[in-house]
């Protein structure tokens, strides 16, 4: 059986602790080695923070225990109360997005791989609206089913990543059902990224959000997550240290996009946005793959 698959089964028997702990332990092992995800963590946080030497190692150290912690709770989510889960995520700046699915029953929202996407998930699903997402296909394919099994189970409805027909069905769910339409869109993994301004430098990102909501004409909101310290009353209700931030960035319109070039001006508006909050919070984005740099 694949080892991570195991400790994903693993984990719903062992006390919260021990998995905590465990995951620590390995991600920490392999910060020391320099592992490939650890190498790959400090080559994109070089990027965006400009930081080389102790400095650099410092902050992928805070990288991988945040990576660490998202999948520590991701393990433990199926065991989460709705208020453990409400205990632990703080909105900023929800007023628009409350506004706009209030008036327009829909929305596209494009995440970066940053704090733990999937507890933010539950928690709109409770206090925002129905959320639907799209993930990846892992290998093997018992993986993939785990995690849509544990998404599912809070709550979400999620769709694999099949090529053009998860579009499709994207616009058909965006038209009809409505709701948290939310893409992880800050890696482009389905070939055809656009180019733009990442934190500073050329890269190619996911042209998902932004062809949905130009598709759909569906108002586009970019979301960071990150974690931040609990203390006092809501420590105790979270049952953690850690609590996690789902910050909004402003509302961008289809109908504001210049009609030649739809797609590309929404994605330089989330992206934008994205870049400019992950140099505020590098230490939260989980990026441990090749990400599209072009330059």
């Not at 453990?84 to 900023?92: G, N, S, W």
Request: hydrophobic share 45%; net charge positive; with cysteine.
């Amino acid at each position: 059986m694949n080892g991570f698959l195991f400790a994903f089964r693993a984990s719903r028997y062992l006390p919260v602790s021990v998995t905590r702990g465990a995951l620590w332990a390995g991600t920490m092992a392999q910060w020391v080695r320099r592992a490939k995800p650890a190498r790959r963590l400090e080559e994109n946080l070089h990027r965006v923070t400009g930081l080389e030497g102790r400095d650099l190692r410092r902050l992928s150290r805070a990288g991988m225990a945040s990576a660490a912690r998202y999948y520590a709770e991701a393990f433990e989510l199926p065991r989460m109360t709705a208020d453990v889960i409400d205990a632990r995520v703080r909105m900023e700046n929800e007023a628009e997005i409350r506004e706009i699915i209030r008036e327009h029953g829909r929305v596209v929202i494009a995440l970066s791989h940053s704090g733990n996407w999937d507890l933010v998930g539950a928690f709109a699903c409770r206090n925002l609206g129905p959320v639907v997402s799209v993930a990846e296909v892992l290998k093997p394919r018992e993986v993939f089913e785990e995690f849509v099994a544990l998404r599912e189970g809070v709550g979400m409805r999620i769709l694999g990543l099949e090529g053009g027909s998860t579009f499709r069905e994207l616009i058909r769910i965006a038209r009809g059902d409505g709701g948290l339409i939310c893409l992880l869109a800050d890696r482009d993994l389905t070939g055809s990224g656009i180019e733009v301004d990442f934190a500073g430098h050329r890269a190619k990102v996911a042209p998902g959000p932004a062809a949905l909501a130009a598709a759909t004409d569906t108002m586009l909101v970019p979301v960071m997550v990150r974690y931040e310290r609990l203390r006092g009353k809501r420590r105790r209700a979270a049952r953690s240290r850690w609590g996690t931030v789902l910050t909004f960035g402003a509302a961008v319109s289809p109908a504001d996009a210049p009609g030649d070039d739809r797609v590309g001006h929404l994605t330089r508006a989330w992206v934008g946005f994205m870049g400019d909050a992950i140099r505020r919070h590098p230490q939260d984005w989980h990026m441990l793959q090749r990400f599209g740099w072009t330059e």
